[in-house]
C-alpha cells in the first residue's frame, strides 16, 4: 500500500517496483487540455471499441448534448458539455470580445476563421460559450480506491497507474465510496467495479491509449507524466499571457489533497464547472491515525477491565 499522502515523487518505486528509477518505466498519465477540446466524443467511442466497453443507454438526459452524463462502470471516458452565456462588459455594455485559444480550424485549407469566431455562438442579442472537457480517471497518486480493497483487485502498475483486475474482484463496493472523484462504479450487470486503465494492455506494447490516439485536436496528450507536467506549464503561461487569466491547471499540484494526479487538466472556469471537487483528498488520509487511536482505545479498555478485575479481587 506505500504512504497514504503527501507529496510522493516516485509513486511506482512506493508501490514495490524498485527504489532506483531505473528499475521501472516512468509514470505515465494524460494531460488534457481542455481549451481546444472540440465535443467530438472521438475519445469516447475509442475508449468503448478498445476495451469492448458496454453501451450506456441512448436516452437523451436533456442536460445540453450530454447523453452520458458522468463517468462509470460502463463510462470511461466522459466528456463534459457546459453551456455558459456571455455576459456583458460591466463598462461598455458590450459582449466581451472572446480569445483565440488556438482552436484547429474547420474550414477549407488556407482560409482563417474571423478571430474568436470558434470560441462563441451568437444567440440574440448576447451570446453562449461552450466549456468541454474529456473526462477521465484521475489515476491518483494516493488512489483510496486502491488502498481500500480487499482482493487486491485494484493494483498499481509499473507505470505508475491504477487497474482494475475485473477476474477477482468481489463486488464489495469499498472502492465506490472511496474515490475523491466519483469515478470508479459498479457494473449493475454483475456487481463488479470498473473504470480507466489507461489502456494497460496498449502501454505495455508501447502504444497510446485508445483515447488519446483518437482525439483530433490533441486536447487528450499522453506521455511522461514528467514531460506533461512541463508543457502544462508552458500552455498555461502562454494563455495567461493572451489574457485568459481564468485558465488554471487542475490536479497538477503534487502538494494536493491526492498527492497529484496521473491524469491532469487546464480548465477555462472553475473546477465546479466541470463537476470536478474543488479540492480533493484522499479519503483514506487518516486511516493510520484512526488506527492508532482504535488501539489506544482497545488498551484503555484493557487497563479498565483488568484494573476492574484486580479491584473485585481485594
Given at each position: 500500500?506505500?504512504?497514504?499522502h503527501?507529496?510522493?515523487?516516485d509513486?511506482?518505486?512506493?508501490?514495490?517496483y524498485?527504489?532506483?528509477?531505473?528499475?521501472?518505466?516512468?509514470?505515465?498519465?494524460?494531460?488534457?487540455?481542455?481549451?481546444?477540446?472540440?465535443?467530438?466524443?472521438?475519445?469516447?467511442?475509442?475508449?468503448?471499441e478498445?476495451?469492448?466497453?458496454?453501451?450506456?443507454?441512448?436516452l437523451?438526459?436533456?442536460?445540453?448534448?450530454?447523453?452520458?452524463?458522468?463517468?462509470?462502470?460502463?463510462?470511461?471516458?466522459?466528456?463534459?458539455?457546459?453551456?455558459?452565456?456571455?455576459?456583458?462588459?460591466?463598462?461598455?455594455g458590450?459582449?466581451?470580445?472572446?480569445?483565440?485559444?488556438?482552436?484547429?480550424?474547420?474550414?477549407?485549407?488556407?482560409?482563417?476563421?474571423?478571430?474568436?469566431?470558434?470560441?462563441?455562438?451568437a444567440?440574440?442579442?448576447?451570446?453562449?460559450?461552450?466549456?468541454?472537457s474529456?473526462?477521465?480517471?484521475?489515476?491518483?497518486t494516493?488512489?483510496?480506491?486502491?488502498?481500500?480493497?480487499?482482493?487486491?483487485?485494484?493494483?498499481?502498475?509499473?507505470?505508475?497507474?491504477?487497474?482494475?483486475?475485473?477476474?477477482?474482484?468481489?463486488?464489495?463496493?469499498?472502492?465506490?465510496?472511496?474515490?475523491?472523484?466519483?469515478?470508479?462504479?459498479?457494473?449493475?450487470?454483475?456487481?463488479?467495479?470498473?473504470?480507466?486503465?489507461?489502456?494497460?494492455?496498449?502501454?505495455?506494447?508501447?502504444?497510446?491509449?485508445?483515447?488519446?490516439?483518437?482525439?483530433?485536436?490533441?486536447?487528450?496528450?499522453?506521455?511522461?507524466?514528467?514531460?506533461?507536467?512541463?508543457?502544462?506549464?508552458?500552455?498555461?503561461?502562454?494563455?495567461?499571457?493572451?489574457?485568459?487569466?481564468?485558465?488554471?491547471?487542475?490536479?497538477?499540484?503534487?502538494?494536493?489533497?491526492?498527492?497529484?494526479?496521473?491524469a491532469?487538466?487546464?480548465?477555462?472556469?472553475?473546477?465546479?464547472?466541470?463537476g470536478?471537487?474543488?479540492?480533493?483528498?484522499?479519503?483514506?488520509?487518516?486511516?493510520?491515525?484512526?488506527?492508532?487511536?482504535?488501539?489506544?482505545?482497545?488498551?484503555?479498555?484493557?487497563g479498565?477491565?483488568?484494573?476492574?478485575?484486580?479491584?473485585r479481587?481485594?
Open positions: 500500500m506505500g504512504r497514504l503527501g507529496r510522493l515523487d509513486v511506482t518505486g512506493d508501490a514495490g524498485g527504489t532506483a528509477r531505473a528499475d521501472h518505466p516512468p509514470r505515465m498519465g494524460f494531460f488534457t487540455d481542455t481549451s481546444v477540446c472540440i465535443g467530438c466524443k472521438a475519445c469516447e467511442v475509442a475508449c468503448k478498445w476495451n469492448a466497453v458496454p453501451d450506456d443507454g441512448y437523451l438526459t436533456g442536460m445540453s448534448y450530454d447523453n452520458t452524463q458522468e463517468l462509470g462502470a460502463s463510462t470511461w471516458r466522459h466528456v463534459t458539455f457546459v453551456e455558459k452565456p456571455i455576459s456583458p462588459d460591466v463598462e461598455t458590450e459582449a466581451r470580445e472572446t480569445v483565440d485559444l488556438g482552436m484547429p480550424g474547420a474550414g477549407p485549407p488556407g482560409v482563417t476563421l474571423p478571430h474568436g469566431e470558434d470560441q462563441a455562438a444567440s440574440g442579442d448576447s451570446g453562449v460559450r461552450w466549456l468541454m474529456s473526462d477521465v480517471c484521475k489515476h491518483c494516493h488512489a483510496a480506491c486502491l488502498d481500500v480493497c480487499p482482493t487486491g483487485s485494484l493494483f498499481r502498475t509499473e507505470f505508475g497507474t491504477v487497474v482494475v483486475q475485473a477476474d477477482i474482484c468481489n463486488g464489495c463496493g469499498y472502492c465506490v465510496p472511496a474515490c475523491p472523484y466519483g469515478v470508479i462504479d459498479l457494473r449493475p450487470e454483475d456487481g463488479r467495479a470498473f473504470k480507466c486503465t489507461l489502456c494497460y494492455d496498449r502501454l505495455k506494447e508501447g502504444q497510446t491509449p485508445a483515447c488519446a490516439q483518437a482525439c483530433p485536436t490533441e486536447s487528450i496528450q499522453f506521455g511522461e507524466l514528467s514531460e506533461l507536467q512541463e508543457r502544462a506549464d508552458r500552455r498555461l503561461a502562454e494563455l495567461h499571457e493572451k489574457g485568459v487569466d481564468v485558465a488554471r491547471l487542475y490536479g497538477r499540484d503534487p502538494e494536493d489533497g491526492v498527492g497529484g494526479d496521473g491532469f487538466f487546464l480548465l477555462l472556469d472553475e473546477p465546479e464547472v466541470y470536478l471537487p474543488p479540492d480533493p483528498v484522499v479519503t483514506t488520509r487518516d486511516l493510520g491515525s484512526i488506527w492508532k487511536h482504535v488501539g489506544a482505545a482497545a488498551a484503555a479498555l484493557t479498565l477491565g483488568v484494573a476492574s478485575f484486580l479491584g479481587r481485594r
